[in-house]
């Protein structure tokens, strides 16, 4: 563990010797009146990777000379680009390449395997949930269970925080689990929550799930290129997320879904919403076969790929590959712990109006978000942040989401927005 210090000195110092700093360099950083950004938002939208340019340019010549042919033409045939990124993103989820597919988006994704995974006629009908999953996920769900039939108040279970805490807990939603026992079809939770940041124990609350016969489904939306995981080795049933976050996909980019290979490899496969891009598409366009899925998770596509938005991804997922994503994680741990540190000196200086802490500071509960709330004002006090150039996203209730990320964040960042933030409590 790094030992930190309150010093400008330190924190450029620190950069100096950070073997991640040039990655910096391949992002554009944001500019207010003529100056860089302390962009601390890469948990909402990732900055764009200077590369993007490069890739959606050499697919529009693809279009350009090939039209139709370029299906399969060209160094990315458009029929199989889509492959590539299974076995990019494997490092990154923990998982076979065969289990990853990227395709549609997060909520999208979601309805398919809510589709696939949840049958309310076998008797198990309920939901849990964690406190403040996204609302994209709860509606999702919410209208699977009243496609269903199913009453939403006995069996939609959201799992809430202690007294003064802000986030579910991870034995208290174990302990949810067992309650429900034989009534629970399975969980669908986040693995780093949007709003505090918090990092649930998704390999204990797989297991618990299994244990009463449920599935173990997550929202990845916030954990995917942030913490590392091990969704096959944990026996996850299945996972869906979002590009535009952690992985710098671009704003809407091409989401992604991962289904353990339990469910694909023998036996009948699952049931599925189905379209062509699912199958075989040659076998599809002669008209020959009935829908039979891909093997792995690549069998619950539906359409063509879009090949622009995974030109977008590349870029991105190949400075992912270059840094190396056990790097990424350690150098967001350094980041986020100085963050805490810094945040903490706030708190301890007499005459800072304090703050309050969503996020659990243990490191095991928290990825790069640290989320603050700044008490009444918030509001103002976020402006005033903004007036200083610095860039992060908050809520009505005045918590705010601060995420440095390792990719392109500093620490000499870090110690500036502990100044400046530092000095606006200090003047309200
Ligand atoms: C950002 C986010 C989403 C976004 O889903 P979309 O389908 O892209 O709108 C979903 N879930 C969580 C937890 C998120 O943070």
Redesign the pocket.
């Known amino acids: 563990m790094m030992k930190f210090e309150n010093t400008l000195e330190f924190a450029k110092k620190t950069d100096k010797e950070n073997p991640l700093i040039s990655y910096r360099n391949d992002f554009y950083i944001p500019v207010l009146n003529d100056k860089e950004t302390i962009y601390f938002a890469g948990n909402g939208i990732g900055l764009q990777p200077k590369g993007v340019q490069d890739y959606v340019l050499d697919e529009l010549e693809n279009w350009a000379s090939y039209g139709f042919v370029g299906m399969d033409s060209g160094h990315n045939p458009w029929v199989d680009f889509y492959k590539k990124f299974s076995q990019r993103l494997a490092p990154i989820l923990g998982a076979l390449p065969d289990e990853i597919v990227v395709m549609d988006?997060?909520?999208?994704n979601l309805h398919f395997l809510l589709a696939s995974f949840y049958r309310p006629e076998t008797g198990r009908k309920k939901i849990i949930i964690d406190w403040k999953?996204?609302p994209?996920?709860v509606y999702a769900i919410q209208s699977q269970m009243q496609m269903a039939g199913v009453t939403l108040e006995e069996n939609l279970i959201e799992v809430d925080p202690r007294e003064d805490e802000h986030y579910s807990r991870s034995e208290d939603i174990i302990e949810a689990i067992e309650k429900a026992g034989n009534e629970l079809a399975m969980v669908v939770l986040?693995g780093v929550?949007?709003y505090s940041g918090h990092v649930l124990d998704i390999k204990s609350i797989t297991d618990a799930a299994h244990k009463v016969g449920a599935y173990s489904g997550w929202?990845l939306?916030?954990a995917v290129g942030n913490i590392p995981m091990q969704l096959h080795d944990w026996n996850v049933d299945f996972a869906v997320w979002?590009s535009?976050?952690y992985l710098n996909g671009g704003p809407?980019a091409i989401?992604g879904l991962y289904v353990h290979e339990k469910h694909y490899s023998g036996g009948k496969p699952l049931p599925r919403l189905a379209g062509l891009f699912g199958s075989d598409v040659k076998a599809g366009y002669q008209f020959k076969e009935d829908f039979i899925p891909l093997k792995g998770a690549a069998g619950w596509q539906l359409s063509m790929p879009p090949v622009l938005s995974l030109a977008v991804l590349s870029a991105s997922l190949e400075l992912f590959e270059s840094a190396g994503f056990e790097n990424l994680v350690a150098g967001g741990r350094d980041l986020s712990g100085y963050l805490v540190f810094i945040l903490k000196g706030i708190l301890n200086s007499t005459q800072a109006k304090p703050f309050e802490f969503v996020t659990s500071l243990k490191d095991e509960n928290h990825g790069c978000q640290i989320s603050i709330n700044l008490g009444p004002d918030g509001k103002h006090k976020l402006d005033m942040l903004r007036n200083n150039r610095i860039l992060i996203t908050g809520f009505a209730d005045h918590t705010v989401r601060i995420a440095p990320v390792p990719l392109y964040n500093t620490f000499e960042e870090v110690f500036l927005f502990g100044k400046i933030l530092e000095h606006i409590l200090i003047a309200h």
Request: aromatic share 16%; net charge neutral; hydrophobic share 30%.
């Open positions: 988006q997060l909520t999208a999953a996204f994209s996920a986040s929550n949007y929202d939306a916030h979002c535009y976050k809407g989401g």
